[in-house]
C-alpha cells in the first residue's frame, strides 16, 4: 500500500506563495489535484516517476510549477501569486504507470490533502 502525505498548506494573503510537499512510500507518478467545496476535484499540475513530462493546467500556468526529488521520493507544488480562487483542499495522487493523466480517477493512491486558504 503506497502512502502519501502532504505538507504545506495553510493560509496566504492573495498574491502570496506557498509550496507543498508530499512524500510518497514508493517512487510513483505524482499528482496535485484540488477540491473547493460543492465542485469535483480537479488536476493542477503532474510529473511522472522520471522526472519528466510535467504538466500544469491551464488556470495556474505561470503561477505554479511542479518539481520532484526522487531520492526522497517527494514531489512538490510551488505555488505563486495565489488568488482567492485557488483556495482548495490539495490532495496527492499517484500511481504506478509512466503518463501523468489529468483525471482523477486514474490516480490510485491519495493523502489526506491539505488545505489552502487566500484572503482577498
Known amino acids: 500500500q503506497v502512502q502519501l502525505v502532504e505538507s504545506g498548506g495553510g493560509l496566504v494573503q492573495s498574491g502570496g506563495s506557498l509550496r507543498l510537499s508530499c512524500v510518497a512510500s514508493?517512487?510513483?507518478?505524482m499528482a496535485w489535484f484540488r477540491q473547493a467545496p460543492g465542485k469535483e476535484r480537479e488536476f493542477v499540475a503532474g510529473i511522472n516517476k522520471y522526472g519528466r513530462n510535467a504538466q500544469v493546467a491551464v488556470p495556474v500556468q505561470g503561477r505554479f510549477s511542479i518539481s520532484r526529488d526522487n531520492a526522497k521520493n517527494t514531489v512538490y507544488l510551488q505555488m505563486n501569486s495565489l488568488k482567492p480562487e485557488d483556495a482548495a483542499v490539495y490532495y496527492c495522487g499517484a500511481h504506478g504507470r509512466i503518463g501523468v493523466f489529468t483525471g482523477a480517477r486514474l490516480y490510485d493512491y491519495w493523502g489526506q490533502g491539505t488545505q489552502v486558504t487566500v484572503s482577498s
Open positions: 514508493e517512487s510513483y507518478t
